[in-house]
T-cell receptor, first 111, second 114 residues
Framework: EDKVVQSPLSLVVHEGDTVTLNCSYEVTNFRSLLWYKQEKKAPTFLFMLTSSGIEKKSGRLSSILDKKELFSILNITATQTGDSAIYLCEGYGGATNKLIFGTGTLLAVQP | DTGVSQNPRHKITKRGQNVTFRCDPISEHNRLYWYRQTLGQGPEFLTYFQNEAQLEKSRLLSDRFSAERPKGSFSTLEIQRTEQGDSAMYLC????????????FGQGTRLTVV
């Protein structure tokens, strides 16, 4: 069965710390891996990764995909309290090209 | 188009009652997904439509749950004989077919079963 696994499940850091969130996947007919940030309501899109080894970067956030080892990481540098959220990893693929989410990583950034 | 719209935003119901939620996707998107999310957890897949065809339904979904998308536009999710364990946020998302792109989420319907 297709699945996406994220770790850690939760993380507490202090402002200024750097964090790395992990996502491993087993998705048949894999097409892409996406990261979302979810605060209080709907998830908002961060990155889409389709090729191995190419880093996507946006401000203090960056992400990379390893299609050989079937995982991705999301890095956040110089964390701020506004980074506190659930970070979701999604694998896109499967037999019917659906969205397969991991359980998320709950990040709490303390001042 | 202002994005994916879900109604109602909040629903409180008594155990045993039926509830129905509506999702209006972005107009040119032919894929529509329903997810359930509880506090601190990632979205749990419920079901998925491509146009009006329901392509997949979670095996975890009991027969009290049903979803429709009769004309390939808006969708409804009905829960019959609600239980307290059904209390959750129900999220709808849509995406265009044939494009490797992100999903666009609605703001969700928060269901509380008392």
């Amino acid at each position: 069965e297709d699945k996406v696994v994220q770790s850690p499940l939760s993380l507490v850091v202090h402002e200024g710390d750097t964090v790395t969130l992990n996502c491993s996947y087993e998705v048949t007919n894999f097409r892409s891996l996406l990261w979302y940030k979810q605060e209080k309501k709907a998830p908002t899109f961060l990155f889409m990764l389709t090729s191995s080894g190419i880093e996507k970067k946006s401000g203090r956030l960056s992400s990379i995909l390893d299609k050989k080892e079937l995982f991705s990481i999301l890095n956040i540098t110089a964390t701020q309290t506004g980074d506190s959220a659930i970070y979701l990893c999604e694998g896109y693929g499967g037999a019917t090209n659906k969205l397969i989410f991991g359980t998320g990583t709950l990040l709490a950034v303390q001042p | 188009d202002t994005g994916v719209s879900q109604n109602p935003r909040h629903k409180i119901t008594k155990r045993g009652q039926n509830v129905t939620f509506r999702c209006d996707p972005i107009s040119e998107h032919n894929r529509l997904y329903w997810y359930r999310q509880t506090l601190g957890q990632g979205p749990e897949f419920l079901t998925y439509f491509q146009n009006e065809a329901q392509l997949e339904k979670s095996r975890l979904l009991s027969d009290r749950f049903s979803a429709e998308r009769p004309k390939g536009s808006f969708s409804t999710l009905e829960i019959q004989r609600t239980e307290q364990g059904d209390s959750a946020m129900y999220l709808c998302a849509s995406s265009p077919r044939g494009q490797n792109t992100e999903a666009f989420f609605g703001q969700g319907t928060r269901l509380t079963v008392v």
